[in-house]
């Protein structure tokens, strides 16, 4: 399978506990991205990775929340002192990173976290 | 602030039906628009939209762009139980490679 692929897929957490999430982009795809989705919503942007440099973040992007891809390839997003607000499908896109308007972005199957 | 809204927000038809689904965007410098299918996992692409008039086609599913008037349709024809999904649209700005999605539009297709 040569998709975005994500792990884990589901989280259950308690209040107050620290995560991390994983995404593997399509190998040759340079940019990464990170959205979160609640229910009855369309995903909301996180941030977003050229190569190894973040190159923008949301407000919604908490002081609790960083993100890292250190060597341009795969991705973490880590969420520290979880709330119950957290809960929600965090999605990992990539796009080929081409100039121009072509760049689609093609979604991973998400991390559902839960907290409690 | 970019800005996306669709409508209907759902949807309840029958098999073999046509279907038109309604996208109104505000974007600072257009760069494209882009459609989405999401049934109960993450967003598959459909579509990207970069210039007006001109139909993006695949199978059964069409699309259009009016640039000037800021909106977008998605068609599916002769619908299948298969279609039934949520439908995303989203747009992105130019300086900026981020996406904004509207709440989407939940079709259901019934036998």
């Known amino acids: 399978d040569t998709g975005v692929s994500q792990d884990p897929r589901h989280k259950i957490t308690k209040r107050g506990q620290n995560v991390t999430f994983r995404c593997d982009p399509i190998s040759e795809h340079n940019r990464l991205y990170w959205y979160r989705q609640t229910l009855g919503q369309g995903p909301e942007f996180l941030t977003y990775f050229q190569n190894e440099a973040q190159l923008e973040k949301s407000r919604l992007l908490s002081d609790r929340f960083s993100a890292e891809r250190p060597k341009g390839s795969f991705s973490t997003l880590e969420i520290q002192r979880t709330e119950q607000g957290d809960s929600a499908m965090y999605l990992c896109?990539?796009?080929?990173?081409?100039?121009?308007?072509?760049?689609?972005?093609?979604f991973g199957p998400g991390t559902r976290l839960t907290v409690l | 602030e970019d800005k996306v809204v669709q409508s209907p927000l759902s949807l309840v038809v029958h098999e073999g039906d046509t279907v038109t689904l309604n996208c109104s965007y505000e974007v600072t410098n257009f760069r494209s628009l882009l459609w989405y299918k999401q049934e109960k996992k993450a967003p598959t692409f459909l579509f990207m939209l970069t210039s007006s008039g001109i139909e993006k086609k695949s199978g059964r599913l069409s699309s259009i762009l009016d640039k000037k008037e800021l909106f977008s349709i998605l068609n599916i024809t002769a619908t299948q139980t298969g279609d039934s999904a949520i439908y995303l649209c989203?747009?992105?700005?130019?300086?900026?490679?981020?996406?904004?999605f509207g709440k989407g539009t939940k079709l259901s297709v019934i036998p």
């Open positions: 989203a747009i992105s700005g130019a300086g900026s490679y981020q996406l904004t």
């Open positions: 896109a990539s796009s080929p990173g081409l100039a121009g308007a072509r760049n689609e972005q093609f």
